[in-house]
Structure formats: structure tokens, C-alpha cells
């Protein structure tokens, strides 16, 4: 049982989570005197602001994303470790891995976030896959391009309809943007490379249940996202509440009576709660819980009776000097996960821990090319000025000199051009075999076009 | 059984297979009076010269690959069509998908290449993945890079030397240029981002049957593959035979005495045969084959006793002037494509289709970062001179400007820097539960170097 190679007397650090407060609090903590040991399940960190743009194929997924082990190769005092975090011994100080590996930890930073949420309706969520990770994005992008394929080979006009109709569950900023760019790739990238369809002609339709998309941004700018979402011709559909998803159907009520949407693309964008890890952690600090199950944090983002434990990132519920609910944001997770760092670092100077102040550097929303609604501390912005610094901050926060510049390369191009270069339908089912029969219901088997001639 | 929409009296041509050779023959077709549907089981072509570099992650997948309808749609006369041709009815003209949806053609151009070959030993397929499809580069990524990954966290020195123990079966190009990315990846890229492990101590190892790699370039260009790659560390096992692949090993037998080579990473580009659809054409239409069941065609490409049928791309047989086989390279699709698109055209006038004469242009093989060894036809190159042209023709081939600009960008960087940004696990199985448990086989469960201080 004994430790090997790095075997330290320093103070151990680890950290649970390679998102956005994992990260940078990895990185706070390259000049203390410390041993930093971040662990995930995956190699790479997503850049997940832009995950809606590599789900519609603008961007390819290694462009949202860094292998931690480069975004940490001159941290010295930092490893990455590639496991999945399942339980915690706090009384013993030890993290266990899903292998049963175990891991001692002097101080740890929790750091896992969330996953899509569906209000107890699991059996959604084949229907209606979320966009939480990298893979999210790569299955969203495969059924949206295999929809307009299906559709291209459908003889019959009104199934060819219902594979053109894109239903998006949930009007925040994911849902807004993922509808925005559905609307995009359909009327501008894929125009012209059908020879049956028309996909201009597909319905993007985005359902929120409250009365305004992108609700808690001020009014002035949720209307202007309206409006641009409408040029765009995204179907909003405000006041709904979703009943019931299948695999080719979504019922909403508004009001009193339930409409039946038929689609065979639906997408989740609604509700999240924590991770299983997440899950575990609160139950075993018995921490008190907000409503969707975040663990509400200390003033300094420990946890209650455990100064040792910190929790950042979407995980922690956190409230700002007004007392309002910080969103679950990037800059939440960079502000929290440096502030825990620091903490840390302090407190080995045996001084006390500040308490954590969220500053509110604003919204950024992109609903289209070109179409941004910025939220700023001091100002509101819609239009071209807005994207140039929507633009901006998503290019300074990208990791990494190279990705910076290839994404904002390939990115001014197909925004430029309206080409998407990322549309690959890969993966296990990325073949035609994933595709339903065309025509297996009325018994025709002909393609349109290029159907059997001499038969007819 | 009415065909709609595009219904068409024009000459109906149909291409099965969205490689050089489809879509090269779909583009020769674009000013001729002619309907083209491209078939293929994806919706995008690969750029396969480049896979071994997607497969080492110097670039994304979708830097190596073009949706089809981007590629084709401005050919008003070319549809693309999602779909998995599975048989053919020569006398009927028409093809057959796999959903059953049938298509009339009056030509029909084969180009549906070639996937691994294993000589009879199915059972190694799953130990040790070919490098064939876009799926196959991501396969190998992740193999490779999880290696890594394992040896770092295995306590056990001799068993992370197994992990650190790459084997590549196969010394053509592909092989070969395969060998020395990983050598490069580890030596450079992977280097300061592990804490246990010195990624620059794997090991390499390339096995080749006959007595040189490169077999069928001129010797001074083998001998410069070989001193590039051995430069970079990779063991070159010329004439060694393999004998068996399991889950831990690779068995070779060079002279009498066969050797174990401990591995959990076998990589496999030792021999080829025609996909499924290529079999049955050969079968249907009791066409000649060649040792490894290349359909042997007429002079002007077409498949003997069916003129309107013709082969292209690796599944063809094809000789040179001076009798050799031509070898299966990018040229060879998109000679032999183009050809056949005027074959066609040519017939539809009522001319005679010319035989095929191809034009060696010379081979490139990049086997190390600005180690290239280019053979043409008046001279040989190697070295800094042979990259450069190595770079001009991959980038003029690889289709679409975008992609040109961005592949040439992201590609330019990670080679002066020797950065690999596409580094991602991605997959069914790329999270951590891919990874054996670490000390599975000695009971000890902890990690080295973060391991459990307390109890040691």
C-alpha cells in the first residue's frame, strides 16, 4: 500500500472536475506550495459556451475543447488523473475512483457540475438528448443532419415534414442559441444541397415554459433576441409546457388544450441537476441543497463544517451581494474555482479564508450569425457590436493559442460563407443503417428522382 | 412504385462510394447531359493520405473530410444519397440498398474500395484496429492516447511497459507513416504532460513481413524511411512474420524462433480486401479478381461483358503501362474516376471509350515531422525540400478551401510546436471505466504519487 515516484509532504490538493472551475483552480495554484492532482473522466476540457455551435457543425469538437494535460504541462506542481470520482470518505480525507482507487486529499475542490434534468420523466431523455458534454454535441449534430437526410429520401410529403420539424425544449441561453443555430444551419448552410427537400422550409420550434425566453435577462434584450430568433424564422413558443416526449412526437399545453408537435428530433435543453458524484457528495456532508440539488456553499464556497471541501462551478448554488441567484455560467465556474484556490492558499498561511463576491461581467448570447444580445454591467447591446464582443471574450477565454486561432479562422470563415465543414454524421450509428426504411409503410421503396423508371 | 420529383430521361448515372474515385467521376460528370447520384453509407468523404495524422491527433477529424453535398452542390446535375448499396441486378440495371429501396441506373461506376484484411484471422480485427475510415483514426486516437493513460496510473513498472509498447503491423506507407506519428507523438508531443511516466521511453515497434519497408519504392528512398524512422526511435522488425494477436501480445516469427512482443496496442495495416459491396459486384458480375479479390477490368475500366459497368479506386485491378500493378494510392481514385466519368460521356456520343493510361506522378510519405521521402517520376527527394511539396499537394487535394486554410494552419502549428490539439478520448468507451483497474493483478489499489500517505 505504499505511494511510489511523487510521493509528497506537501499539501495535497484535488480536484474533482475538468470544466471551468476545476481548471482554474488548478491553475490558481501553480505558484503555492502545493500538490494539485485534478481528476475527470475525460481527457479534454469543453469549452461549453460554444458547445451549441459544434452540435450544428460550425466548429469541430476538438475546437471547444484542450487535452487537460496541455492546458497543465508547465504546472509542475499539478498531475491530471484520468478517473471517475464515485464516493468520498471525508472523515478519512479520501476520494475513492470508480476502480476502487483511492486517493487522499488534504484539502478538495468538487468541481463536477451538471447533467440534463428531466423532472423525472427519464424515458425522455432517448428522445430528447441534452447538451452538457462534447458527446451531447456530436449526437445532436448527428440527428439534426440525419433528419435532413431522411427527409431528402422520404417519398411521402408529410413524414418528409415531420422529420423537418426541430423541436428545442427550453428558451435560456442554450436553448436559445442551439434554436438559433438549428435555424442557420438550415436556411443558409444547408441551402442548396438538396435535391428533394427544401431546407429552408424546416421549423425550428422553441418551447419555454415561462412567458419570455432567456428569463432574468433584462426585457430589453429579451425581446431583442426575440426578434432576431424570428427573422431567423424560429418558431417561439413561450407559455408552453412540454407534457410528454416520444420518438416522433412532443405534446405541449398552453393554456388548457394539448397540442401534439410531430417531430423526430427533439432536443433538451430545460432543466439540469447534479451529477452522480455531485449527488453522492451532498449526501455524504448531509450539505443543505437548493432545489435542483446544487450544494449551497459558505461564503467562502466551502461546505458547511468541512473548511477542507470546496465546492465551485455549476455544482455550488451561489448568491451574489443582492442576494440573487448567480447563473450557472462560465464566469461562475472561473470566479469560484479561483476564489476556492485562494482560499486554499491562504489558509496555509493559517490566515482565514475571504468570503467569495460574484462580479458580474455580464451575458452574452449569440442567436445568430451575426445576431448577439450582450447583458453588461453597464450597458445593453444588440447587433454586429455585440457579436464583435461576444466574439472576443469567447476567443479570450478559448484555451490555447492554437485553438484560438484555428476556431477563429474556420469560425469567420463558415460565418462569412454560412458553410458548416464539421457536419460529419459519425458514431456507432452514423451509418444509413440508423436511417428508418424509406418508405416501409405504404410499401413503396422507390427514392424519389432516381426511383425505378421503368416500373412506373 | 412511381418515382417523383427529379424524374429524369437523361442518362442516369450512378456512383457507389463518396472516395477519390466517386466523387472525382461525380465532378468530371458536372457539364455532361447526364443525372448523377453518389451513394455512400456516410455523408461525407475522407481524405485518407491524412487519416494517420487524425489518428495521432495532429488534426480533427473534420479536417480530413468534406461533407459530400458541400462538395457537390453547385453540380445542379449530381444529388448525393445517404445510403448502404448492398446488391446489384446487372441484367435489370439496378442496384439495391440495404433498406430495400431500389435504384435504375444506366451507368454505374463501383468505387467502393477497400477495408482491413486479416488473411482468414477475423479473431485479431478487435486487438488490432486497421486505419481505413474516419471511425477507424478515432478508434486508434483513443487506443494510443489511453495507453498513455494507463501507464501512468499503473504502479506496476513492468506492466506500464506493455502499456508503453505501441506495435504497428504493416511497413507500406501506411504503416510506416503511422509508426513514426506515434514515435513523434510520444517523443514530442506527449512530452513534460505526464508525472510518472516518460512518454519518450515507449516503444515503437514496426513489423513488416518481407525484407524492406516501403516494398516497391526505389531503395534509396527505403533507406531513407528507414534512417528518418529510426531516427525516431521506432524498431523497424524487417521480415518478421506475425504469428498471433491477442489482447496483451503480438507474436512474430522471424527465422525459427517466434517472440512474444508484450502490447495493448496493436495497430494493423497489413493487408486489404475489397468491402462487402465489392465482393458481391465481383460476384454478380463473374468478374476476374486478383489475389486479394481486386476486380481485374477491361482496358477502359469497365467489368468484362458489361460495358455500362465500370471499376475505379482500390477495388480495381489496374496495370500500368509496363504491366505493374498500380498501387493503391489517392491518384490511382482519381485517374481512374475521372477516366470512367469520360468513358461515359464519350459513349454518349457514341464514340469508343479510350483505354486508361495512368500517369505516375511519384508517392509522398511522411514519416516524421519535416521528414518526408517523395519518389517522382525524374527524381527522388527527402527531407525539408520533400515536405514542402509533401504539404503543397496534400493541401491542393484536400478539398475545399476552408479546410485547405484551416488544416494548413492548425497543421503548420502543431508541427513547429509539436502540439497535437485534437487529442480528444471520445467514444462509447472513452472515459476513464475503459482503463483496467490499476492494480487489479497485486492488490494494491493506490495511485503512485498521490497515493495514501496516512497508511503507508
Redesign the interface.
Known amino acids: 500500500?505504499?505511494?511510489?515516484?511523487?510521493?509528497?509532504d506537501r499539501h495535497?490538493v484535488?480536484i474533482v472536475g475538468g470544466g471551468f472551475g476545476g481548471v482554474y483552480a488548478a491553475r490558481t495554484l501553480s505558484r503555492q506550495p502545493v500538490?494539485v492532482?485534478l481528476i475527470d473522466?475525460?481527457?479534454?476540457h469543453t469549452f461549453s459556451p460554444m458547445l451549441y455551435q459544434a452540435a450544428t457543425g460550425a466548429v469541430?469538437?476538438?475546437?471547444v475543447?484542450?487535452?487537460l494535460?496541455?492546458m497543465l504541462?508547465?504546472q509542475r506542481n499539478a498531475?491530471?488523473?484520468?478517473?471517475?470520482a464515485t464516493d468520498l470518505d471525508a472523515a478519512q480525507r479520501?476520494l475513492r475512483?470508480?476502480?476502487?482507487?483511492?486517493?487522499?486529499y488534504d484539502s478538495l475542490v468538487v468541481a463536477t457540475g451538471t447533467q440534463p434534468s428531466y423532472f423525472g420523466k427519464e424515458q425522455w431523455r432517448e428522445h430528447a438528448p441534452g447538451l452538457k458534454t462534447?458527446?451531447d454535441a456530436?449526437e445532436i449534430r448527428r440527428r439534426a443532419?440525419?433528419a435532413f437526410?431522411a427527409a431528402?429520401?422520404e417519398?411521402d410529403r408529410e413524414r418528409g415534414r415531420v422529420w423537418m420539424t426541430l423541436v428545442v425544449v427550453g428558451g435560456g441561453p442554450t436553448g436559445t442559441e442551439l434554436a438559433g443555430a438549428l435555424a442557420e444551419l438550415a436556411r443558409n448552410t444547408?441551402r442548396?444541397?438538396?435535391?428533394?427537400i427544401d431546407p429552408s422550409e424546416a421549423r425550428v420550434i422553441l418551447v419555454e415554459a415561462v412567458d419570455e425566453i432567456l428569463p432574468g435577462w433584462p426585457e430589453f434584450l429579451r425581446h431583442a433576441a426575440r426578434e432576431e430568433l424570428e427573422q431567423l424564422g424560429v418558431e417561439i413558443r413561450t407559455g408552453t409546457r412540454v407534457e410528454d416526449i416520444g420518438p416522433t412526437h412532443v405534446d405541449v399545453r398552453a393554456g388548457s388544450g394539448v397540442e401534439r408537435i410531430e417531430t423526430r428530433t427533439a432536443l433538451w435543453a430545460a432543466g439540469v441537476r447534479p451529477t452522480a458524484f455531485g449527488r453522492r457528495v451532498a449526501q455524504a456532508l448531509a450539505a443543505p441543497t437548493d432545489r435542483v440539488g446544487r450544494i449551497v456553499v459558505e461564503p467562502d464556497l466551502s461546505v458547511r463544517g468541512h473548511p477542507e471541501i470546496f465546492v465551485v462551478g455549476d455544482l455550488a448554488a451561489i448568491s451574489d451581494d443582492a442576494g440573487e441567484t448567480v447563473p450557472d455560467v462560465a464566469q461562475k465556474g472561473i470566479q469560484a474555482g479561483r476564489h476556492a484556490a485562494r482560499a486554499i492558499a491562504e489558509r496555509l498561511r493559517d490566515r482565514p479564508s475571504p468570503p467569495f463576491r460574484y462580479r458580474d461581467i455580464g451575458d452574452l448570447a449569440m442567436v445568430g450569425r451575426f445576431r448577439v444580445v450582450a447583458r453588461l454591467p453597464l450597458l445593453a447591446l444588440t447587433g454586429f457590436v455585440a457579436w464583435l464582443l461576444w466574439l472576443g471574450v469567447h476567443l479570450y477565454y478559448l484555451n490555447?493559442i492554437?485553438?484560438r486561432?484555428?476556431v477563429s479562422?474556420?469560425w469567420a470563415?463558415?460565418l462569412f460563407?454560412s458553410?458548416r465543414?464539421?457536419?460529419?454524421?459519425?458514431?456507432?450509428h452514423?451509418?444509413?443503417?440508423a436511417?428508418?426504411?424509406?418508405?416501409?409503410l405504404d410499401g413503396?421503396?422507390?427514392?424519389?428522382?432516381?426511383?425505378?423508371?421503368?416500373?412506373?
Open positions: 500500500m505504499t505511494a511510489t515516484a511523487l510521493e509528497t495535497r484535488v500538490d492532482a473522466r475525460r481527457n479534454f469541430a469538437p476538438s475546437d475543447s484542450q487535452p494535460r496541455k504541462r508547465r498531475r491530471v488523473i484520468l478517473g471517475e479520501q475512483l470508480s476502480d476502487g482507487t483511492r486517493i487522499d462534447l458527446e456530436t443532419l440525419l437526410e431528402e429520401r417519398p444547408l442548396s444541397e438538396f435535391r428533394t490555447g492554437q485553438t486561432l484555428v479562422m474556420r470563415w463558415s460563407t458553410g465543414g464539421s457536419r460529419l454524421i459519425t458514431g456507432t452514423a451509418t444509413y443503417g436511417l428508418p426504411p424509406i418508405g416501409s413503396s421503396t422507390d427514392l424519389p428522382g432516381v426511383g425505378d423508371r421503368s416500373a412506373a
